[in-house]
C-alpha cells in the first residue's frame, strides 16, 4: 500500500492579523491508497484547516504537506494547478462554491475542460456515465443549483471532485447538512471509491458521521490529534477521555445505550481561549492537576494506536458510563 | 379543472403582472417613446427646433404650439423631445465612466483586500459625508459647467457606489468559499474571475443600473435647474425649467411645466426598471445567499 | 390523551399543492413522541399547524388536533394565543431567532411570564433565575443580565428550552432543538429535555430527522414521508419489529447498522404528488398493488400505512 496524502508535524494559523490564533498544532497524519480516514472534531477543533492542508489549499507554517510522496509544501501555485485533478476536496456548502449561473452537467464537466485533453463528446460521455453513479437523472443534469435540494446539489459537488478520478479525495463534514438516506447514499459511493483504490479523507463532527466507511479515525481537539487508530478498536475500546465521550453521545440505534452517558462540562472552546496543559484537561471528567501544567504529545499504545493522554499510559484513562 | 386551481391560477397570472410584466412594460415604453420622438422629430417637423418666433413670445398652448412656446418663442414641444438627448446621453456615459472605474476597483478590493481595501473603505467613509449630489455639483464647479464635465463628475460619484457593491459582492463570495472552490479544481485566478466571478456580480449589481441611471438623470437636471451644466442655454430638461420658472408667477405655466413632466415620466420609468430588476435577481438567488436554494425545503 | 391529532390536511396557499396529507399521531401525558422525517416530509409544518402559526403559506383544510380535549384547530385567535407559551411550549430550530437580541435575558424570561398571567417582579426575576439554573446554565445571577449575543451556542439553546417551560405547559414541542449544535452540546441539550419532560410528567414531541434521537430518548415514535404518518409505535416495538419499509429503511442506515457497499440507493428525490404509496418510487419492495393507496395496518398502539405491513410477532 502506497501513502497518497500525508501531513508531517504540520502547523496551521487562521484568522486576520493579530487575531491569528493556532488552527493546527504539529499534526502527523496519512492516508493509503484504498483506505479511508475519518477525521472528527467539533467545532473549533481544526477539521476544515486539516482538510485543506492536505490538498494544499492552505499553506502550513510549520511541516510539509506530502503528495504521492513528493514535497508539495512549498509548491507554486502554477505547479499546484496540474495537481488538483489528482487531489480534490468537497466542501460542505455546496450552494456557496457551486456557480449559480451553470447548469449541473457544466458544473461537473468543468474540472475536465480544465485538466483533460479529450473533446466535447468524449467529456459528455464521462459525464454521463459519471451522473448514472451518482443516481442523478438526466433532466438533474440540465438544472441549476438554485433549482436543487441540498441532497442533490451534494452529489454535483461530488462530481465535481471525482469526475477526473482523483488518487486522493477529501470531504469537509460532506453529510452534515444531508438527510440520513442522502447521506447514507454518500457513504456508500466512498466505499465503492475506496475500492476503486482511491484515497479518502473525511471530515465529521461526530464519530458516527463517518464510522460506516471510515478504516482508521483520527479525533481533532484544538488543533490537536488526541486519539487516532483503526475504526474498530476505537469503536469498542476509545482511551481518551474525548473519543469515550464522543462516543456516548452517539445517537445510535441500539436501545440498550440510553441513558449511558459520560456528560462534558461547558462547549467546545475556542482556539484562543486554549489553556496550558492538556487542552481537554477544563472539560475532562478525569483530569488531575499535572494535566493542566504538562502537555501530553500522542503516544503509540499497542501497535497501531496513538493517544495523548498522560493517563493512558498507566491504564486509567477509562472512565465509566453514568447513568 | 378546479375552481379552486383557477383562482389559484388567475391570482399567479395578475400578480405576474404585476410583479414584472407591467413594470417592465411600463418602463420600456416610457424609454421607447422618448426615443423614437427624438428620432422622429426631425424627419416630420424638421423645422420645430429652429422655430423661433419674435411676434408668439410665451403663447398658450395652441394647435400650432401644442405646449406653448418660451420666452424666446421657441417651441416647447420640440425642445422637450430633444431634451431626452441629454437624457439618454448624460446617464449612459456617466454609467460607462461609473462602471469602468468603479467595477475594475471594487473587484481588486474584494479580491486583494489588505490595503487596497482598507483605502477604498476610507475614501468611502470620506466621500460618504458629503450629499452626492452636492459632490458631483462641486465636481462640475471645479471643471467648469460643460456637459463633458457632468458626465465626468456623475460617473466619479457613481463609481464610487459600483466599487462599493462590486466590493462587497466580491468579498461575499471569497469569503463563502466560491473563489477557493473554483481553486480547488485548478482553476487559474484569472480564469474564475472572467468566467465565474464576473458574470455573477455583476449581474448582481445590475439592480444598481438603472437606479443609479435615475439617480444621474436628477443630477443633470438640478445642474441644469442652477445653471452650472452647460455654459449656453441648452435644450436640457433642467435648465428649460430654470428658464420657464422665471415667467410662472406671471401665469405662463407651460414653458417649466411640460420639461418637468418630461424629467418626471423619464425619472419614473428607470425607476421602475430598477424595481423589477431588483426583483427578479432576488428571485433568482445567488451563492451563499440560501435564496432560492434548497428547493425541497 | 393529552394531544390527538386526527388527519390533519394542510394545502399551499400560493398553488392549492397539499402539503400535509393526513397526518394523525398520538402523544400521551408523561411520554416523549418522537416525530422523525427528511427534509420537506411536514414536521415542521405539522407543529406549526397545530399552534396556528402555518399563515400566510399555508392553510389547513381538514382534520382536528385535540389538546385536552379542546380542537385547537378551530379556536380563536385570542384563545390559541392563551394556549401557545402557556400550556404548550415551544421550542424552535434556530435559537437565536427565538431569542430578542435587544433584550437581557432575564427580562425575557420574565416577559414570557407576565404575557399569561399578573406576576410581581421581585417573584419573576427569582423565577427566572430558578429555571436558568434548573437548565443547569452556572452563574445563573449574572447571567440573567447578559445579553443573547453573548452567550454560546449551548446556552442559548438551554434559555429557549427555559422559555418553554417558564409557564409550566402541559406539552413541549421541542423543532430539531438541536439542530446546528455540536454533538457535545446536543447531547446536553437532548438531556436537558428528557429529564425536565420527566420531572414535570408531562407530554413532549421531539421534531427531528435522526432516528437515534429517537432511540436514546423518545417513547414512542411517529415516521413521517411526504406528508403523511407512515408508521406509528412505541419505540421499542418499532425498533424491534419495523412495519414500514421506509421506517426498516431509517433503521437500517443508522451508523452502528449501516453496511457500506451494498449498492443499493436509500435516498432520492420526493415523489410527485399522486395516488398509492408515495413511498412506492423508492421502495424495493414495491408491486404495482402499491399504486393504491395503501391501508392502515394494526390497531392500537402500533400501526403503519403500508400493504405489506404485518403488525406484531404474527
Not at chain 3, 125 to 142: D, K, L, V, Y
Request: charged share 20%.
Amino acid at each position: 500500500m502506497s501513502v497518497m496524502g500525508e501531513l508531517r508535524r504540520v502547523s496551521v494559523s487562521v484568522g486576520p492579523g493579530e487575531r491569528r490564533v493556532a488552527a493546527l498544532t504539529r499534526i502527523d497524519m496519512q492516508v493509503e491508497e484504498g483506505q479511508v480516514l475519518g477525521v472528527v472534531g467539533e467545532a473549533g477543533s481544526g477539521k476544515t484547516s486539516l482538510a485543506r492542508s492536505f490538498v494544499r489549499l492552505v499553506a502550513p507554517e510549520g511541516g510539509a504537506v506530502l503528495f504521492e510522496g513528493s514535497d508539495i509544501t512549498t509548491m507554486p501555485e502554477r505547479r499546484l494547478r496540474r495537481l488538483r485533478s489528482r487531489m480534490t476536496i468537497v466542501f460542505r456548502d455546496a450552494a456557496a462554491v457551486l456557480d449559480p449561473r451553470m447548469t449541473a452537467r457544466a458544473l461537473i464537466e468543468e474540472p475536465l475542460r480544465l485538466h483533460a485533453p479529450v473533446g466535447a463528446g468524449e467529456r459528455r460521455a464521462a459525464v454521463d456515465a459519471l451522473a448514472e453513479r451518482l443516481r442523478l437523472s438526466p433532466a438533474e443534469l440540465e438544472r441549476r443549483p438554485g433549482e436543487m435540494g441540498i441532497d442533490r446539489l451534494q452529489l454535483v459537488n461530488v462530481g465535481r471532485a471525482i469526475v477526473t478520478q482523483p488518487r486522493l479525495l477529501v470531504l469537509d463534514e460532506p453529510t452534515r447538512d444531508l438527510d440520513v438516506a442522502a447521506a447514507a447514499d454518500l457513504l456508500n459511493l466512498l466505499a465503492e471509491l475506496r475500492a476503486g483504490g482511491m484515497a479518502i479523507v473525511m471530515t465529521g463532527h461526530d464519530i458516527a458521521a463517518v464510522q460506516p466507511v471510515a478504516d482508521r479515525i483520527a479525533v481533532l481537539y484544538l488543533g490537536e490529534i488526541v486519539e487516532e487508530g483503526a475504526t474498530a478498536d476505537i469503536l469498542r475500546d476509545a482511551l481518551h477521555p474525548y473519543t469515550q465521550a464522543l462516543l456516548s453521545a452517539h445517537l445510535a440505534a441500539d436501545l440498550a445505550r440510553r441513558g449511558r452517558r459520560i456528560r462534558l462540562r461547558g462547549e467546545p472552546p475556542a482556539p484562543e481561549d486554549r489553556t496550558p496543559g492538556c487542552g481537554f484537561a477544563p472539560r475532562c471528567p478525569i483530569a488531575e492537576n499535572r494535566c493542566r501544567s504538562g502537555a501530553p504529545t500522542p503516544n503509540q499504545v499497542g501497535t497501531d494506536r496513538r493517544v495523548a493522554c498522560l493517563r493512558v499510559l498507566e491504564g486509567t484513562s477509562r472512565i465509566p458510563l453514568s447513568r | 379543472m378546479t375552481a379552486r386551481g383557477m383562482t389559484a391560477r388567475a391570482t399567479r397570472l395578475v400578480r405576474g403582472l404585476q410583479d414584472r410584466g407591467l413594470g417592465v412594460a411600463f418602463g420600456l415604453l416610457v424609454l421607447a417613446g422618448f426615443a423614437a420622438a427624438l428620432m422622429l422629430r426631425p424627419v416630420v417637423w424638421p423645422q420645430g427646433l429652429a422655430f423661433e418666433d419674435a411676434q408668439r413670445v410665451l403663447s398658450f398652448p395652441s394647435l400650432r404650439h401644442p405646449m406653448g412656446t418660451d420666452a424666446n418663442g421657441r417651441d416647447v414641444l420640440a425642445r422637450v423631445i430633444d431634451g431626452a438627448r441629454y437624457a439618454f446621453i448624460v446617464p449612459l456615459a456617466a454609467l460607462v465612466v461609473g462602471i469602468g472605474i468603479g467595477a475594475p476597483v471594487g473587484l481588486a478590493a474584494g479580491l486583494r483586500g489588505g490595503w487596497l481595501d482598507r483605502l477604498l473603505r476610507r475614501l468611502l467613509q470620506g466621500v460618504g459625508l458629503v450629499p452626492p449630489m452636492l459632490l458631483a455639483m462641486a465636481l462640475v464647479v471645479a471643471m467648469g459647467p460643460s456637459v463633458r464635465h457632468v458626465v465626468v463628475a456623475i460617473g466619479l460619484v457613481q463609481a464610487v457606489v459600483f466599487a462599493r457593491a462590486m466590493r462587497d459582492q466580491v468579498r461575499a463570495m471569497h469569503d463563502s468559499g466560491f473563489i477557493e472552490g473554483a481553486r480547488a479544481i485548478g482553476s487559474p485566478v484569472l480564469r474564475t474571475v472572467l468566467m465565474h466571478l464576473l458574470p455573477n456580480t455583476l449581474a448582481r449589481i445590475a439592480g444598481e443600473i438603472p437606479r443609479q441611471a435615475a439617480w444621474a438623470l436628477g443630477t443633470l437636471a438640478a445642474m441644469g435647474f442652477v445653471g452650472i451644466a452647460t455654459a449656453t442655454s441648452a435644450t436640457e430638461w433642467g435648465t428649460m425649467i430654470r428658464e420657464g420658472a422665471e415667467y410662472l408667477l406671471a401665469g405662463q405655466w407651460w414653458a417649466a411645466l411640460f420639461p418637468g413632466l418630461a424629467l418626471l415620466l423619464f425619472g419614473a420609468a428607470l425607476h421602475t426598471l430598477a424595481a423589477s430588476l431588483d426583483e427578479r435577481l432576488l428571485l433568482r438567488g445567488a451563492p451563499g445567499s440560501g435564496v432560492g436554494a434548497g428547493g425541497r425545503g | 390523551m393529552l394531544l390527538d391529532v386526527q388527519d390533519l390536511r394542510v394545502e399551499r396557499v400560493a398553488d392549492g399543492a397539499p402539503a400535509l396529507a393526513g397526518v394523525s399521531f398520538r402523544v400521551v401525558k408523561g411520554r416523549i413522541l418522537g416525530l422523525v422525517g427528511e427534509h420537506g416530509a411536514g414536521k415542521s409544518l405539522t407543529a406549526s399547524a397545530i399552534l396556528g402559526l402555518l399563515r400566510p403559506a399555508a392553510r389547513v383544510v381538514g382534520g382536528r388536533a385535540l389538546f385536552e380535549g379542546q380542537d385547537l384547530l378551530r379556536m380563536s385567535d385570542a384563545d390559541l394565543t392563551r394556549v401557545r407559551g402557556a400550556r404548550i411550549g415551544f421550542v424552535v430550530q434556530s435559537g437565536h431567532a427565538t431569542l430578542d437580541p435587544s433584550t437581557r435575558v432575564g427580562a425575557q424570561l420574565i416577559r414570557a411570564m407576565s404575557i399569561h398571567r399578573p406576576i410581581v417582579k421581585a417573584e419573576a426575576a427569582w423565577r427566572a433565575e430558578t429555571i436558568m439554573s434548573s437548565m443547569g446554565i452556572p452563574e445563573p445571577r449574572q447571567r440573567v443580565r447578559e445579553w443573547p449575543h453573548e452567550l454560546t451556542p449551548g446556552t442559548v439553546q438551554r434559555v429557549v428550552v427555559a422559555l418553554a417551560l417558564i409557564n409550566e405547559p402541559q406539552l413541549l414541542i421541542a423543532d430539531e432543538p438541536t439542530a446546528g449544535l455540536d454533538i457535545t452540546a446536543q447531547m446536553q441539550i437532548l438531556d436537558l429535555l428528557h429529564v425536565e419532560l420527566r420531572r414535570r410528567r408531562i407530554g413532549g414531541v421531539i421534531i427531528t430527522r435522526d432516528l437515534g434521537v429517537v432511540a436514546q430518548y423518545c417513547d414512542d415514535v411517529a415516521v413521517m414521508f411526504a406528508g403523511q404518518v407512515v408508521e406509528q409505535g412505541p419505540v421499542a416495538q418499532v425498533f424491534a419489529r419495523p412495519a414500514h419499509p421506509f421506517t426498516r429503511t431509517l433503521i437500517g442506515i443508522m451508523p452502528d447498522r449501516l453496511a457500506t457497499g451494498g449498492g443499493r440507493a436509500y435516498g432520492g428525490p420526493l415523489p410527485e404528488n399522486g395516488e398509492g404509496c408515495p413511498y412506492r418510487p423508492r421502495c424495493d419492495q414495491a408491486t404495482e398493488r402499491c399504486a393504491m393507496v395503501p391501508p392502515l395496518v394494526g390497531a392500537g398502539v402500533h400501526a403503519a400505512r403500508c400493504h405489506f405491513a404485518r403488525i406484531g410477532a404474527a
